[in-house]
Each structure stands twice: as structure tokens, then as C-alpha cells.
């Protein structure tokens, strides 16, 4: 069965600074890997997904991601971070024959003026 | 992107009684969507998957006959919460992917369930 795992449960950044939220996985097969950012009491909202193609993902509000086989993980990145990225971020992973979602409990970033 | 509607946002109701909440996709047809189960400070369990026109797929551990889920038509999924008790507050989540191949799922905004 697929696994998400994040490793931080929040990650304090100031603003300007590189961010990096991490996530690693454990599929069977191929893995469909996102980001989701969801906000206090609000749904969640898609950020970026790697499927095949190019390592790296660019997303939704300057974010990106790297996908990288060899450690099976899939960290969010942002060159530049804004005090308005501060929310809850989950990675997620499903199995290409499945159509589950199996979310990593969530990172919660601050970001820091 | 694809819209997912869910409604009501914010419910109470008195314990016993038997709650509601709805999941439409406003602009593309879902055969499959997806309810999840979000505690305070957590991360999102996978309740069921509910399928259109066939019984829904529930999680291991999770009571089919506590959570009705219906699946009537291609846009529409409900799930029914019945003899609602205290310890079923919490924030439920509905999602619906358009293209199955594209990969990604669309979330509603949410239902915030209080049973006093």
C-alpha cells in the first residue's frame, strides 16, 4: 500500500528566504505525486503534480517540486518566501492503477516577516 | 481548475440526530469521489470512496452504517452521518478527480460537523 511520509510538523522560515517542505513516499509502481496547501478551515487546494516528464514541477504560486526516484521524495520548494505562504501543506501520492489519495500528515509553515 | 462544491460548510446538530452533507462537481461528471475525515491538527483520513450507481468502498475501521454515502448520479455524492454522537465532530472533505489519468483530485471546501 502507498505511504506519504512528512517529516516536519512545522517549518519556520523568514521572508525572502528559500523555503523547502519535505516529503518522501512508498509506492508499489509508479508514483502520482502532489502538494496541496489548505488554509484555516477551508478545503484543500492544488498546487502541483508530477506525474512523468521532467524531475522538476512548477506549480501554482511560485512553488515547485522535485521529484527524485533514487530517495523516493518529492520536496516543495519556493525560491522566495511570502508571509502569506504561511499554511498547511500535505504531499500526497497515489499508484497509477488506483485512484486513491493517501495524504502525509501535513507541514505546517510559518513563514516569518 | 475543476470546481467541487460541498455543502452546508458549517453544520450543528444535537446528538441522535442524522446529518447530510453534499458533493457536487459543478463542471465535470465524477464517477468516483472521495471522502476524507480531518481531526484537529491532522491529516486527512480516507473514509470511502464512493462510486456512482454502486455500494461505496469504505476504509478499514470505518462504520458503513454510520456513514451512509450515496452516489446517485455523475455529480453528486452524499454523505449521511446518522445517529450523530459527540465524537463524530469534525471536519469532513469531499473530493472528485475529472480525468483519472491526469492524476489530481479537487477538494471542496469542507464541512465543519459540531454534535452537541
Known amino acids: 500500500a502507498q505511504s506519504v511520509a512528512q517529516p516536519e510538523d512545522q517549518v519556520n522560515v523568514a521572508e525572502g528566504n528559500p523555503l523547502t517542505v519535505k516529503c518522501t513516499y512508498s509506492v508499489s509502481g509508479n508514483p502520482y505525486l502532489f502538494w496541496y496547501v489548505q488554509y484555516p478551515n477551508r478545503g484543500l487546494q492544488f498546487l502541483l503534480k508530477y506525474i512523468t516528464g521532467d524531475n522538476l514541477v512548477k506549480g501554482s504560486y511560485g512553488f515547485e517540486a522535485e521529484f527524485n526516484k533514487s530517495q523516493t521524495s518529492f520536496h516543495l520548494k519556493k525560491p522566495s518566501a511570502l508571509v502569506s505562504d504561511s499554511a498547511l501543506y500535505f504531499c500526497?501520492?497515489?499508484?497509477?492503477?488506483?485512484?486513491?489519495?493517501?495524504f502525509g500528515k501535513g507541514t505546517r509553515l510559518h513563514i516569518l516577516p | 481548475g475543476a470546481v467541487v462544491s460541498q455543502h452546508p460548510s458549517r453544520v450543528i446538530c444535537k446528538s441522535g440526530t442524522s446529518v447530510k452533507i453534499e458533493c457536487r462537481s459543478l463542471d465535470f461528471q465524477a464517477t468516483t469521489m472521495f471522502w476524507y475525515r480531518q481531526f484537529p491538527k491532522q491529516s486527512l483520513m480516507l473514509m470511502a470512496t464512493?462510486?456512482?450507481?454502486?455500494?461505496?468502498?469504505?476504509e478499514q475501521g470505518v462504520e458503513k452504517d454510520k456513514f451512509l454515502i450515496n452516489h446517485a448520479s455523475l455529480t453528486l455524492s452524499t454523505l449521511t452521518v446518522t445517529s450523530a454522537h459527540p465524537e463524530d465532530s469534525s471536519f469532513y472533505i469531499c473530493s472528485a478527480g475529472r480525468d483519472t489519468a491526469a492524476g489530481e483530485a479537487f477538494f471542496g471546501q469542507g464541512t465543519r460537523l459540531t454534535v452537541v
Open positions: 464512493s462510486n456512482e450507481g454502486s455500494k461505496a468502498t469504505y
Open positions: 500526497a501520492v497515489r499508484e497509477w492503477r488506483d485512484d486513491k489519495i493517501i
